[in-house]
Every structure is written in C-alpha cells, then in structure tokens.
C-alpha cells in the first residue's frame, strides 16, 4: 500500500499519537521532518478527551490545521465524530449528548438555526489524516478516506514515509533505518537480528521518566532524547550491553541546560532527585491548585506517582517555601501528607480525613472513592473540612 504524504508543512500540525514507543516514534517523524507541530499523547481510554481537547486547540489557533492521528485507532462512531468536527459541526467526541426533543419557542426551529448561525463564528477550515496498523480498525478506515490503515507497518515507519519527502537524502536514510528498526519490536518480528534491541528501547521508553505528570511537553522531550541518544550510539557500532550500561548516562545528558550543572553533577545526589529538582523548578503554579485548610497553604497533587510527589513536594517546601504541606490525593481517595516544620499533617488528618501518622508524614482518606480529576478531589477535600467545622479556601494562583 502507498502511504499518503502530508501535504503542507506550512499548516500548523496538531499530532495525536499513543504512548508507547511507536507513538512517540510517530512524532519523532513528523519532528524530525521540521513540521510545525503541537503534540499530544493519549492512551485509548483518553483519547476522547483529548480529541476534544485538540478540536479546541485547533478551533483557538484561529488558522486552518491539520489533526494527525498515528498509533491509534478509532472506533467507527469516534471517527464518525471526527469527521463531523473537521467538517464544522459541533458535536461532542468525549461524551455525545442524547437527542432531545426540542421544547416549543418563539422562533421556528429554521430561524432558529440561520440565527445560531450567524452568531457563530466561522471555523477556519480543517483537515485530518490518520495513520495506523491495528486491524481493530478496519470499519473506520472502510469509511473514511482519511483513515489509512496498513497492517504490514508500524505508525513509525508510516509517519516515516508521509513526511520523507520533506527530509534531504542524508536524513531520509537515517531516519528511515530508525522507523525500520521500531517496527521490528512493535510488530514482534522475533527472527530479526534487530529484535532483542528493539525491545529494549521499547522497555526504555516506557520506564519510568520521574517527571511530573502535568509535565506532558517535558516528558515527550525526555524520550525523544532517550531515542536519540541510545540511536546514536547503536549507529556507533555499541553492543546491546553497552547501549544498556549508557542508560545513566542518556538520562543524566538530559538535566544538562535544564538545571544547574552543580546539581547535575552533584555525585551524592540520586539521579531521580535531580529530576525532582527539575519539575519543581518548571511546573507552572497553575499546575499545582493551592487550598488554605486552617490557615496553611497546601498543594492538591491528584494521581501523582508516589516518588515522584515526595520528591517534587520536598523542593517546593523546603527550598522554594511555595507551600506548608502538600496532598497527594489518589482516584480511589486515598491520601498521603507532607509538611514543612511547624505542621502537624498527623493532627490535620487526624482530624479531618480519618487519618493520622507522623508530623511530617501522614495519610488519610476521603468519603469519595471515585473522584475523576483535581477538581472533583479538590471539592471532596474542601466538603469533608467544611462539615468538620474547619477552615478552607481556594487559593487564586
């Protein structure tokens, strides 16, 4: 099959891939061709969202764009949608509304239309391609011409070949091997020379990076220079074993410019907390809601990993004095506190979140078990203080 070259890198493009490594390596393809590209990565169950969140993008940019979507595919009523979004109507892709019957009004229901109409403002005009693999996909791609389904290649070496003829000759051949040697692990192409390596990057790919999670440009960053960094030393001619000793190394080069080289350098200090060290000092404050419980300030951190919140929350308190304690609330309601001197978060759960421990550590839990987002845990947390007589506030950023 003829994979469909994308047809202006002019046009702002908004990529939407997975998260494993050929997602990334989608993006990589599309970085490396020079696009003017803004990224997004999504697992499956995410992906409504996100298209939702894209379709604002694009609509907000106030150009025509063009949404690429690599690595994943859609289900027949999600490309449906989609299709009716870059064709200017307004529906809903994360959660459609069930048809009503419309209640009787002063106006006719055609005028009523020519009116929404005109105070409407026009959408520019969008476009849209899809490049995928699973089979899983194939009632969409009979549908839609847009949707370009290929068993026999990975997403890499598809977005690899739509954007090759933006590349010189140089960097088709190099990025060309790189698509290739992705597609032998995604597809299991176990009698490949290749394969054993390529698994390894795939595992590499998917460790844990350390970096926050509202940090999604920095962690996408963080594993194109994982990719590069271990491609450029396999073209080098290093072993298996050699590019697996280098794994130090490769995340270590990625601190370098982005925080002080005293604390990259810092040989008795854990890898992980210089990463720590970076996220607290380059997450926005709007990343981090801010609640006043009796008087303290205290950061709201909904699904955090556990070390990486522990790490991130010693730095804003103890170095950067940006708050006195710090929750990490899970989807489950489950709690974990910190706090800097002068706090007792063992009292403060005690007290409000059926909880207790130490005074600088405590965990606790919230009646809500089910909570969907910071915003949800935010309002559970404010509730269960109220009701306890005590004191809290939303603190504006």
Known sequence: MTTPILPN???QLFHLSHIDLDGYGAQYMTRAAGFRARYYNADYRDVPATLERIFSDMDASGEPAMLLI?????TLEQAELVDRRIHGEAVSIAAPEPKRNAKPGLLSADLASMLKQSLTPERPRHTVMLLDHHATGEEAAAKFAWYHLDTERCA???AFEAVAPYLDDTARTLYGARAEF?????????????FHRSIFLIGLIMEDDQLAPPLSDLKRDFRFHIMDSFFQRMEQGASLEELERGVYDYRKEFLRGRIADTAVDDSEAPLKDKFHKLCAEVIPPSEI?????DGYRAGIFFNWPHDVFRGVVMELMENQGKMDMAIRVGGNGRMSLRSNNGVDVGVISGRYFEGGGHPGAAGGVLKDTRLKDVQQAIRSISQTINEKKGQVEVIPV
Request: aromatic share 4%; charged share 40%; no cysteine.
């Open 182 to 194: 992705i597609d032998v692990g995604d597809r299991w192409l176990k009698d490949d020379p290749r």
């Open 289 to 293: 809601p801010m609640l006043r419980i």
């Open 70 to 74: 690599t690595d994943l595919n859609l």
């Open 156 to 158: 890499s070496r598809l």
């Open 9 to 11: 890198r002019d046009v």
